[in-house]
């Protein structure tokens, strides 16, 4: 064995194993306080780029159902005059057969008239009104609802525009239409009953986009959920065992703390060597 006041080998070993231990605890610290076992690059590069790569489709999910969103409001705006306009067509019938009966009186006729014309002129205001963030879905215009169903925006989900205006292929009945007379009253029956038709068909359409854009949105939350799990698996820190870890590694420094004072009284058992 040799003695030196130089050199101290078990404090030095003493040494690195509590700066070891030290920078354990940092860690686990870290990782508590974070509630993450790897929260950044240096801790592990590829399961932090993998992280980094799903918390990116997360954001984009979030845009997703953002954009489901809204076309989820303009279809259901849309539906909903549909909806007011179909009872409308109805109504209007029930005027147009009263009107069309030829013993009927000219005061009678003249007042079932009136109504037809008041519940015509409701559909364009309808229609007018039919609007959700500058969308129409059902006036003279072109507008149609893109939305996107997938996290990188290459995918998207469409329900296309309907034209219920007054003269259109789908509401035959002009926006003139009258029934002042049993000839006038009887094509005006033949056209509702043509319009009531296709608005029906309106009325699935738009249906049948709307049940499309839930169904991804849902869709869109779950895959949501699921990714925001894998990332957790990844990179969140199980507490039960850090905190274990915790325990044992300030029971570990304070060993090493003891372990150290007691390598550095070493050299002064040389004085021992020196007296007589």
């Known amino acids: ?51 980094q790569k799903l918390r990116g489709d997360v954001r984009g999910l979030n845009a997703v159902q953002q954009s489901l969103d809204r076309g989820i409001s303009s279809v259901d705006v849309a539906l ?27 005061t009678s006729r003249s007042a079932l008239s009136q109504d037809f014309s008041a519940l015509r002129n409701q559909i364009s205001s309808i229609i007018n009104n039919a609007e959700f963030n500058g969308t129409n879905l059902i006036d003279g215009g072109s507008d149609q609802i893109v939305a996107i169903t997938n996290a990188d925006a290459t995918q998207t989900l469409s329900v296309a525009h309907e034209n219920l205006s007054l003269g259109s292929s789908v509401i035959t009945i002009s926006s003139t239409q009258v029934i002042t007379t049993s000839t006038l009253a009887s094509s005006a029956v033949t056209a509702l009953n043509t319009s009531i038709d296709n608005l029906n ?7 049948s986009g709307s049940t499309a854009l839930e169904q991804n949105r849902d869709f869109a939350g779950k895959l949501q959920d699921v ?17 274990a870890r915790l325990q044992a590694l300030q029971v570990k420094q304070q060993l090493g703390i003891q372990a150290l004072s007691i390598a550095n009284q070493s050299p002064q058992s040389i004085l021992s060597l020196f007296q007589g």
């Open 1 to 51: 064995m040799t003695f030196s006041v130089n050199v101290n080998p078990s404090a030095l070993a003493a040494l690195r194993n509590l700066n070891k231990t030290s920078d354990d605890l940092e860690m686990t610290q870290t990782n508590i306080n974070t509630g993450l076992k790897i929260s950044s690059a240096k801790d592990n590069a590829a399961v932090f780029s993998i992280a």
């Open 80 to 106: 909903a005059a549909s909806n007011a306009i179909s009872d409308l067509l109805l109504e209007m019938k029930e005027k147009a057969v009263a009107a069309a009966d030829i013993g009927l009186d000219t």
């Open 227 to 243: 990714i925001e799990t894998g990332i957790g698996n990844l990179v969140d820190a199980d507490m039960a065992k850090e905190s």
């Open 201 to 207: 068909s309106v009325l699935t359409r738009l249906g």
